[in-house]
């Protein structure tokens, strides 16, 4: 008799329910913690995320490359980059001005006492106390070694050097372009093929992370600061709803279809607080949903540097918990240079767990706000990072859609027009 096969969403929730418990076991038995979290459960959650890491820069760049090249028409090409980059402008505005507007109206930070908070050592990476305008953006978009980037997974330098050699070889004869696109096709359904290979180990790597995360700060680090928490996941959820709804509505695609099409995503994506763990398959989800290949190629991709709308979000929210946090009052002009500062800052950000307190770091610094605020959202913001993902990963499914529905209509537009003109060319014909 054949044994049904347990879907693979039950089984990373079975191992994010296990981890919980696990770790709250070890969060009563320190004695018994240290080895345990060292040598079993840090060891399989961070051999899930270095496998994810792998396979997410030759997926990017062969299908940032195919996507381009693949195209045929650089300016069609070229159009679909400018609304791709507006659209995301907008939407991650849109996110910092509404994660401000929700930090205004439920002060997350006030009433918190700060002797009851436990902070956190951050270990922010050297890159984050640089300078963050928009000459530092573009230098830190051009590599001058792609194959450094390419070791250390640097996501937008991958993508701006996959669109150059794209267009290179779309500049070529027939003949020389297409062995060369065929090899970057195979290449890219192969990884495809071995992704399906990572994901059987998902669940073992959700219970790894998620114990290690419960073992060491338990539930108890939890309490004083849960307001911030209800407020940022009220918040994530009421955007996803109200904005993420709005442009789904107005497109004319429907979110709840799409959310439940992508369900595993999405959970995969709130266990491991890893927007790298689902991309691949996302891609792969969203084209079965009726985006084309090529603009989920380009789309997605790039999204995943500059169509942060969890992270985004959470931008909003987090600068005004540190400023409550310290009874520091900022008026209406600091919080909209805020936001500038906050849209240029947020571009970029790996879709790795804890990138976020680089981000934050550079906009408390570029507003005069305590640093130390970081060591005490540090302590919870692995589970806060769980909701940013998620609704990061839900932009990003939304996005090529919208972007599919753009092309569509301006295309028919273009027919409608063509067809016009050719009707009305006899009666002028016959005028003569």
Known sequence: MHTPRVPLVAQILMGLILGIVIGAILNHYPDSRPWLVEHILQPAGDLFIKLMKMIVVPIVFCCM?????????????????????????????????????????????????????????????????????????????????????????????????????????????????????????????????????VMAYSPIGVFGMIAVTVANFGFSSLLPLAKLIVVAYFAYILFAVVVLGSIAKVAGINLIALIRHIKDELVLAFSTASSAAVMPQLMKKLETFGAPRQLVSFVVPVGYSFNLDGASLFLGIGTLFVAQLYGIELDLTQQALLVVTMVLTSKGAAGVPGFMFVILSATLASAGLPLEG?????????????????????????????IARWEAKRRNADASLKAEAVAARPQADLAK
Request: net charge positive; glycine share 12%.
């Open 65 to 197: 490359v195919v996507g381009v090249a693949g195209h045929g028409d650089n300016k069609a090409l070229g159009r679909m980059g400018a609304k791709t980059l507006l659209y995301f402008f907008c939407v991650t505005t849109t996110a910092i001005i509404f994660g401000l507007v929700i930090g205004n109206v439920l002060q997350p930070g006030s009433g918190t006492d700060l002797h009851s908070l436990k902070a956190v050592d951050v270990n922010l990476p050297s890159n984050g106390s640089g300078n963050h305008g928009v000459a530092s953006l573009i230098l830190g978009i051009v590599p001058d070694n792609i194959v450094n980037a390419m070791a250390t997974g640097n996501l937008l330098p991958i993508l701006f050097f996959a669109v150059m050699f794209g267009l290179g070889l779309s500049s070529l004869p027939q003949e020389r372009k297409k062995p060369v696109l065929d090899v970057f096709r195979g290449v890219s359904d192969a990884m495809f093929r071995v992704t399906s290979m």
């Open 374 to 402: 970081i060591a005490f959202i540090a302590g919870i913001y692995r589970i806060m990072d769980m909701g940013t993902t998620t609704l990061n990963v839900l932009g990003n499914a939304l996005a090529p859609l919208v």
